[in-house]
């Protein structure tokens, strides 16, 4: 079966730096597209960054950009995603998600990982 499995949170002082990994397996990776969002306590789930099947393209939410940068390698089955100075609103359990490239609907997704930055 089809899984995702996300690594790398922890807690960081704010300025600091994590990268998430994000191993997937039971899916033909270089097809599909790949993203990561985030929930923090009683709010929702928030699209973050995503990048196309074959790395060509890459999507960030304006709260993130130029702090956070998504990338693959498809070699390694893995997306990770680089964060950078990282404040306390950056608080929250990060999710990895896969779609198939021609649909629209995330349709696979990982646990989670949390990441908590401190002030």
């Known amino acids: 079966q089809v899984q995702l499995v996300e690594s790398g949170g922890g807690l960081v002082q704010a300025g600091g730096s994590l990268r998430l990994s994000c191993a997937a397996s039971g899916l033909a990776f270089t097809v599909y597209h790949m993203g990561w969002f985030r929930q923090a306590p009683e709010k929702e789930r928030e699209f973050i960054a995503t990048i196309t099947w074959s790395g060509g393209s890459t999507e960030y939410a304006d709260s993130v950009k130029g702090r956070f940068t998504i990338s693959r390698d498809n070699a390694k089955n893995t997306v990770y995603l680089q964060m950078s100075s990282l404040e306390p609103e950056d608080t929250a359990v990060y999710y990895c998600?896969?779609?198939?490239?021609?649909?629209?609907?995330?349709?696979?997704w990982g646990q989670g990982t949390q990441v908590t930055v401190s002030s």
């Open positions: 998600a896969a779609k198939f490239k021609s649909v629209s609907k995330w349709t696979y």
